[in-house]
């Protein structure tokens, strides 16, 4: 059928065999809906017509995935924002993300990723409409997203599993205020609110009034916090002869279960320490942190714990909590109440005084994390205050632009036989308070970040 057309009815531009592609009686007619009579057609009308051969391909594949839209798929699915499968009743789910585009294509008892890989191995005929559904359906569901060497999407069960494992890793983000982020820069207000010696809110006065007087006027102060979205980025390539022997679904698992901790961990520490230039900003270098230097240098006692505790802001110590490094810890376990260099009191941070117990989760009530990624206390250490550290994270706006996503690609190192993996998100950190707090009495600032400073 496809000959005698080329043959006797050979469109000569592009606009006839528009004009013959958009009938779909004369295109059923030509074609029969089948896979084979396009690919037919194609190298024929290529023959007939070399000057708009590239366009007869191009044509026949939009045909082609329209007519799989419309059913012609047999049962692929043609929303990409229906609801939730069964099973994700009270999960993290997103309709619109984009791994939803690939829902329901693939069967749910098969690992997703060792899926979409298999497919990407086979070429054979009963694998052509589901690869073709898919090719659809994202690139109707993401448009520009789709990754260029070829990479397919994650569906939106994975991506909800790497975000609950990573909010479990993590440290700072499920205690800061979140916010998010509709486009690259975002600025949000702020209370320029630098002392309250003489007014609050950066210029709110309230005054005792006469009856009948005229009342005095006072106004706020406002600043903005910019947000710039950021990319972190985790990737690697495995050979092709490492997934065959292992299987896809052992490499699933291993990217569900250490992908998600390590972009936690990088997080956290770009939360921690964080220059803000081209990453976030890290609270250790918020210009609001306030420094509590030590009596002594790389040893912290109990007087520099209690300094600390009195400079964090009254109505930030609710919610604080203590970070430190594990050298810090340390030292904590021997704290004790001394008077002119003479100890007068067992270690205070212990279980009931006894070393038998687990070392205690709380300092002064607040509770206790310790990390690798906090400045160590050591004399080694001679530049960065806050191996031992109080703070209130709902004063450290974070902006999410996009949540994880994870693609993976046999495409982009073909040469090498090796499938490539990434994971990205794309976020930005800061504190919002700009400076410390001068409070009414004069005393000495408050501030929600309060670091020990034993470097000197």
Same mark, same amino acid.
């Given at each position: 059928?496809?000959?005698?057309?080329?043959?006797?009815?050979?469109?000569?531009?592009?606009?006839?065999?528009?004009?013959?592609?958009?009938?779909?009686?004369?295109?059923?007619?030509?074609?029969?809906?089948?896979?084979?009579?396009?690919?037919?057609?194609?190298?024929?009308?290529?023959?007939?017509?070399?000057?708009?051969?590239?366009?007869? =391909?191009?044509?026949?594949?939009?045909?082609?995935?329209?007519?799989?839209?419309?059913?012609?798929?047999?049962?692929?699915?043609?929303?990409?924002?229906?609801?939730?499968?069964?099973?994700?009743?009270?999960?993290?789910?997103?309709?619109?993300?984009?791994?939803?585009?690939?829902?329901?294509?693939?069967?749910?008892?098969?690992?997703?990723?060792?899926?979409?890989?298999?497919?990407?191995?086979?070429?054979?005929?009963?694998?052509?409409?589901?690869?073709?559904?898919?090719?659809?359906?994202?690139?109707?569901?993401?448009? =520009?997203?789709?990754?260029?060497?070829?990479?397919?999407?994650?569906?939106?069960?994975?991506?909800?599993?790497?975000?609950? *494992?990573?909010?479990?890793?993590?440290?700072?983000?499920?205690?800061?205020?979140?916010?998010?982020? $509709?486009?690259?820069?975002?600025?949000?207000?702020?209370?320029?609110?630098?002392?309250?010696?003489?007014?609050?809110?950066?210029?709110?006065?309230?005054?005792?009034?006469?009856?009948?007087?005229?009342?005095?006027?006072?106004?706020?102060?406002?600043?903005?916090?910019?947000?710039?979205?950021?990319?972190?980025?985790?990737?690697?390539?495995?050979?092709?002869?490492?997934?065959?022997?292992?299987?896809?679904?052992?490499?699933?698992?291993?990217?569900?279960?250490?992908?998600?901790?390590?972009?936690?961990?990088?997080? $956290?520490?770009?939360?921690?320490?964080?220059?803000?230039?081209?990453?976030?900003?890290?609270?250790?270098?918020?210009?609001?942190?306030?420094?509590?230097?030590?009596?002594?240098?790389?040893?912290?006692?109990?007087?520099?714990?209690?300094?600390?505790?009195?400079?964090?802001?009254?109505?930030?110590?609710?919610?604080?909590?203590?970070?430190?490094?594990?050298?810090?810890?340390?030292?904590?376990?021997?704290?004790? *109440?001394?008077?002119?260099?003479?100890?007068?009191?067992?270690?205070?941070?212990?279980?009931?005084?006894?070393?038998?117990?687990?070392?205690?989760?709380?300092?002064?009530?607040?509770?206790?994390?310790?990390?690798?990624?906090?400045?160590?206390?050591?004399?080694?250490?001679?530049?960065?205050?806050?191996?031992?550290? *109080?703070?209130?994270?709902?004063?450290?706006?974070?902006?999410?632009?996009?949540?994880?996503?994870?693609?993976?690609?046999?495409?982009?190192?073909?040469?090498?036989?090796?499938?490539?993996?990434? *994971?990205?998100?794309?976020?930005?950190?800061?504190?919002?308070?700009?400076?410390?707090?001068?409070?009414?009495?004069?005393?000495?600032?408050?501030?929600?970040?309060?670091?020990?400073?034993?470097?000197?």
């Amino acid at each position: 059928m496809a000959r005698h057309y080329v043959k006797n009815r050979n469109p000569s531009t592009p606009r006839e065999l528009a004009q013959v592609l958009a009938d779909p009686a004369a295109a059923a007619e030509l074609f029969g809906g089948s896979p084979e009579a396009w690919t037919a057609f194609e190298a024929e009308y290529a023959e007939a017509s070399p000057m708009v051969g590239r366009l007869a =391909e191009e044509q026949a594949q939009l045909q082609l995935q329209a007519m799989l839209r419309n059913d012609g798929g047999r049962g692929v699915p043609r929303g990409v924002g229906g609801p939730a499968p069964a099973g994700r009743k009270g999960r993290i789910y997103n309709k619109r993300a984009q791994g939803v585009a690939v829902e329901g294509v693939l069967p749910e008892t098969e690992y997703p990723l060792a899926q979409l890989a298999r497919m990407a191995h086979h070429r054979n005929e009963t694998m052509q409409p589901l690869r073709a559904a898919l090719h659809s359906r994202m690139s109707n569901a993401m448009g =520009e997203r789709i990754p260029s060497s070829g990479g397919f999407l994650v569906p939106e069960n994975l991506r909800a599993d790497l975000l609950e *494992l990573a909010l479990e890793e993590a440290i700072i983000r499920p205690r800061c205020l979140a916010v998010p982020m $509709d486009s690259l820069r975002v600025p949000f207000p702020a209370i320029d609110d630098t002392s309250h010696a003489s007014s609050v809110y950066g210029g709110v006065q309230a005054f005792w009034t006469e009856e009948s007087a005229s009342l005095q006027q006072s106004a706020p102060a406002f600043g903005r916090v910019v947000l710039e979205a950021r990319k972190l980025t985790a990737f690697t390539a495995v050979p092709n002869e490492l997934l065959q022997d292992t299987g896809e679904a052992m490499l699933e698992t291993w990217i569900r279960n250490s992908w998600p901790v390590a972009i936690a961990y990088f997080e $956290d520490d770009a939360f921690i320490n964080g220059t803000g230039t081209g990453e976030p900003q890290g609270f250790l270098n918020a210009p609001a942190a306030i420094k509590v230097p030590t009596a002594t240098a790389h040893a912290i006692v109990l007087a520099d714990v209690i300094s600390a505790y009195c400079r964090m802001l009254p109505q930030a110590l609710k919610n604080a909590v203590w970070l430190m490094s594990p050298d810090t810890k340390q030292q904590l376990l021997s704290l004790a *109440l001394t008077v002119s260099s003479t100890t007068v009191a067992p270690p205070v941070w212990l279980t009931g005084l006894q070393a038998i117990a687990e070392e205690p989760s709380t300092l002064f009530g607040k509770p206790v994390f310790v990390s690798e990624k906090m400045p160590s206390s050591t004399s080694s250490n001679t530049t960065t205050a806050g191996a031992l550290s *109080l703070c209130n994270f709902s004063y450290y706006l974070l902006g999410d632009r996009s949540a994880l996503q994870l693609a993976m690609s046999e495409d982009y190192l073909f040469a090498n036989d090796m499938t490539a993996y990434r *994971l990205i998100e794309r976020a930005d950190g800061r504190v919002w308070p700009q400076t410390a707090l001068t409070p009414r009495n004069g005393g000495p600032t408050l501030s929600p970040f309060v670091l020990v400073d034993t470097t000197s």
